[in-house]
């Protein structure tokens, strides 16, 4: 996908209710986004998917729905405090600030770009002979670019892990990395900056504690691991999942939704016996790869990106990439989280946060699996992926969402052929039966062609036209996004006849 595909995202979602940009009237605010009357109900649908799949599916996971508010400690002990930073620099000249890494990242990105030329070139060159692979292994001038792009990445990664701040300032000036904006190479030091919201509690300046808003849901998870374990008497394995706002103050907030300020996650925490963890690992890398996998976008939307260099806490942990308009991004972290967090937080409480194992007649600190998805850029990766400009064997051109149907925002229209001769109260009753099992919408406006084309729009699976015959022998037409095939149906038949298509065992039970 383009930067002209991207642009036709942005403003399909503004046009159509998905996405609007926050307090708009005020010009928005920078990283912030509200989701309109369509986008919330794809929220909620991704949400309920993602909640159900965890929870419903499995009889070892229960949920839970933590404040945003946590005591100041947490973040303590989580790491948080000291450790939730980004490097930034300032332009001395433009004034502006970046992300050093991101700077040296998009330097390392435009390198690639030039990879992608030369592979480009060759395909056409060599055409169905052509090996990419041992192209871009033998080619002299791919492998230097790829070779620097190695070495910048490797001395960036040491330097961030080492604190040493002046030699990430150092490779930005070797590279000779401008202002994108000004073009000046005029750098202030780098200097590392906390990503967490502040905020306060309490009426009176003395008092008040300050707190932070949660950049992540799970620790809310963590300090409620015994409340859970003991109310509902779960035994390990056992999960805990969340779905909820988290904050961070991101200062390159870029690529709409998919970097915000405020946004959703949706995290597991799997709790498992240590020395289990590797396995417990790889179980749910699997698992969670087919739970993306089961709304049908096809196999190459997807890719695994394995950490090679792990968080302190973690000994293993990998990336579920999606290939979004702007390329293969990160969609959902999975993590294997050691006892990191329950032994810190037993650290700094004071309190035992362990399991005693009846099997093993022995307690622990259990080890974690964490799966951590973030809601909006789920909501990105479906609604991008969705979009599709077609050209119909008539010659004419449509846009229609191919939302898997179990998330349409609506998954029934009903169209009254003509607002009048009593067709819109025909409409109306089914409206008045469906409502109760299916998100219907009732739309009357226009030429029957352009309220189809509107549905397809915005993703709506069906829509049923009531028209003249309909009161003949009460059989109405149901159209099919997708193939836009029309049948004739019985009202009576209606409801039976579309529900496998929003049947969750339908959708999850071929592959969990
Ligand atoms: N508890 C682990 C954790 O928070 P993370 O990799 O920082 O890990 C997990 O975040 C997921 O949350 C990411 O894969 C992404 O989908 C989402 N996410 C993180 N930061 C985000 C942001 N600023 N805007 C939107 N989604 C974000």
Known sequence: MSDEQFKKVLSHAKEYGFVFPSSEIYDGLSAVYDYGPNGVELKNNIRNYWYKAMTQLHQNIVGLDAAIFMHPTTWKASGHVDAFNDPLIDNKDSKKRYRADV????????????????????????????????????????????????????????????????????????????????????????????????????????????????????????????????????????????????????IVARQFIFRMREFEQMEMQFFVRPGTQKEWFDKWKEERLKWHKSLGFGDDYYRFHDHEKLAHYADAATDIEFKFPFG?????????????????????????????????????????IETSIGLDRMFLAVFSAS?????????????????????????????????KDGLPEIAKQIIDDLKWDFKVQYDEKDAIGRRYRRQDAVGTPYCVTVDHQTKEDNTVTLRERDSMAQIRIPIAELRQHIADKFNLQNWLGKTL
Request: aromatic share 8%; hydrophobic share 40%; charged share 30%.
């Open 103 to 250: 700077l040296i990242e998009d330097y390392v990105e435009k390198i690639e770009n030039k990879v992608q030329k030369e592979i480009k070139k060759a395909r056409k060159r060599f055409g169905d002979a052509f090996d990419e692979a041992q192209f871009v292994a033998t080619h002299p001038r791919v492998v230097k670019y790829r070779a620097q792009q190695k070495e910048i990445l490797q001395r960036m990664a040491k330097s961030l892990e080492n604190g040493d701040l002046a030699d990430v300032k150092a490779l930005i000036e070797e590279l000779g990395i401008a202002d994108p904006v000004s073009g000046s190479k005029n750098w202030t030091d780098v200097k590392q900056f906390n990503l967490m919201f502040g905020t306060k509690l309490g009426a009176s300046a003395d008092s008040a504690m300050d707190l932070y808003l949660r950049p992540e849901t799970a620790q809310g998870i963590f300090v409620n691991f015994l409340n859970v374990q003991k109310t509902m008497r779960m035994k390990i394995p056992f999960g805990i999942a969340q779905t909820g706002k988290a904050f961070r103050n991101e």
């Open 328 to 368: 293969f991004k990160e969609l959902e972290g999975i993590h294997s989280r050691t006892d990191f967090d329950l032994s810190q937080h037993e650290k700094h409480s004071g309190k035992k946060l362990q399991y005693f194992d009846p099997e093993l007649n022995e307690r622990y600190t259990p080890y974690v």
């Open 387 to 419: 979009l599709q400009d077609e050209t119909l064997p008539d010659g004419s051109t449509r846009t229609v969402m191919k939302i898997p149907a179990i998330l349409a925002p609506t998954k029934v229209a009903v169209l009254p052929l003509l607002k």
